[in-house]
């Protein structure tokens, strides 16, 4: 045995000796285990749906739901006479902030010799609304009839047939409504729908809790256009904490203005340090991770994390033989680090990772043999988290799991960024803070 080997020895064998090769009390001390749920605490953010009706869907809307024919009655020569109409198909116009309808109607009156034949022209302005029911509506209405047929005026003179057929398509047009809850209904429940988020053996998902449903000002261009927007409260926890609450659609609340365009949701990650010891085995092969170059079969394994103060401790079980400079040994006992958690870049690392006291003095007695930085830099890594590209599948479910189609129209949603702007240690748990960017659209009928 060489004299330069034989203070390590010494070392090994008193380590050995003293506990079965232990390496000393855990520092920081370990806190007690704090129980409950990683805690969100989300700030609420609006997910803004520009909608778009175009003329032709709302055409379609209005043919839809807007009857072809009705009848009513009108006094004539002391009794009630009947009338009947049939309307042909309906022309739409956009003119100041209004809906302009074209309508002609065929009338058929029942006079006492023979029937009546009318042709009647209605020219309709109108604003269109949408209700806290999800309902559009018309309001507002400005209805003109005239007609060409010379014998109306006979007609209106003596029975007033006119004034009956304006406010029998009045009426119609006053009760027309086009539904839009079932599309905003599946949109809700695309957002209300816990995200699946598998991250190793950990297992997380993000949550969108709908708080309310706001529509901003309608723009006419060609086309029903409004903004739309889910106010939301959306977190990622690890281990997944689902609400056992069940969503329902709030009412729709009508608002003076909405931010247009792109929307930017603040989502914080709250992770437990058992969830996240789970996390970082993906660094691991088979649960160990192969550290030392002279030492092939020395592995670190069984991550444990946990906070002290600001900082996080990292525990690892440090295992497996030594046979070179005259040892031959085996080690079996932990080793502690601790350190600070920063962001840079959208990933999450612990720079300033350091052996503790008693884990610096023990891997100072090894110098000669383990290279203790080698062990620091390689705990370093496995703490090392690309949080930007562990969120890709939160970035393409809300791409992908909230757009939809169907019969009546689509919604098309993209997140196009992901910006992580800051981690805090907590006792229990460790919460990041991720900005997410993304759009979305609805259509109806679908381009």
């Known amino acids: 045995m060489s004299r330069s080997s034989f203070p390590l020895v010494v070392a090994l064998s008193s380590l050995l000796a003293a506990g079965c090769a232990g390496f000393g009390a855990v ?11 990683a805690i969100a605490d989300p700030t609420p953010a609006k997910v803004v749906m520009h909608t778009t009706i175009t003329a032709a869907g709302l055409k379609s809307a209005i043919e839809d739901n807007l009857p072809q024919t009705g009848e009513g009655t009108f006094p004539l020569l002391g009794r009630d006479r009947k ?3 049939k309307r042909g198909p309906a022309t739409l116009r956009f003119m100041q902030g209004r809906i302009g309808l074209d309508l002609h109607v065929d009338a058929v009156a029942d006079m006492p010799i023979s029937s009546l034949d009318i042709g009647l022209d209605f020219k309709i302005l109108a604003e269109p609304v949408v209700t806290s029911e999800y309902q559009a509506k018309l309001q507002s209405l400005d209805v003109t009839v005239t007609s060409n047929d010379r014998t109306i005026k006979l007609a209106d003179a003596v029975a007033g047939v006119l004034g009956k057929m304006k406010t029998e398509i009045e009426g119609k047009l006053a009760a027309f409504s086009f539904d839009l809850k079932p599309m905003i209904t599946s949109a809700f429940e695309r957002v209300a729908r816990p995200i699946d988020l598998p991250l190793g053996e950990a297992h997380g998902c993000a949550m969108l809790k709908v708080l309310g449903v706001e529509a901003g000002p309608t723009v006419l261009a060609d086309g029903f256009e409004k903004d739309i927007a889910l106010v939301i409260a959306p ?3 690890i281990p997944c904490a689902e609400s056992e609450a069940t969503q329902t659609l709030p009412p729709l609340a009508n608002v003076a203005t909405l931010p247009s365009g792109p929307f930017t949701v603040s989502l914080p990650i709250a992770a ?27 592995y670190m394994e069984k991550p444990e994390v946990y906070a002290a103060k600001d900082q996080l401790v990292l525990k690892l079980h440090i295992a497996g033989p030594i046979d070179k400079y005259g040892i031959n040994t085996t080690l079996n006992g932990d080793i502690f680090m601790s350190g600070h958690p920063v962001v840079e870049d959208n990933e999450l690392r612990v720079p300033d990772l350091e052996p503790t006291i008693e884990t610096s003095n023990f891997l100072l007695g090894l110098k000669a043999a383990l290279d203790g930085g080698t062990i620091r830099d390689q705990a370093r890594a496995a703490l090392h988290l690309d949080i930007g590209e562990r969120l890709k599948a939160v970035k393409e479910k809300l791409s992908s799991d909230l757009a939809f189609g169907n019969g009546q129209g689509c919604l098309k949603a993209q997140a196009s960024k992901i910006e992580v702007s800051g981690v805090h240690v907590h006792s229990a748990y460790l919460r990041v803070y991720v900005g997410i960017t993304g759009s979305a659209s609805l259509y109806m009928p679908c381009p």
């Not at 920081?28 to 409950?36: D, F, I, S, Y």
């Open 27 to 37: 520092y920081p001390a370990r806190p007690a285990e704090t129980p409950g749920e």
């Open 272 to 298: 437990r340090y058992d969830e996240l010891a789970k996390a970082m085995t993906l660094a691991f092969t088979d649960g160990k991770l192969y550290f030392a170059k002279d030492f092939p079969k020395l």
């Open 83 to 85: 009338f009947t109409w």
């Open 235 to 237: 977190s990622i926890t």
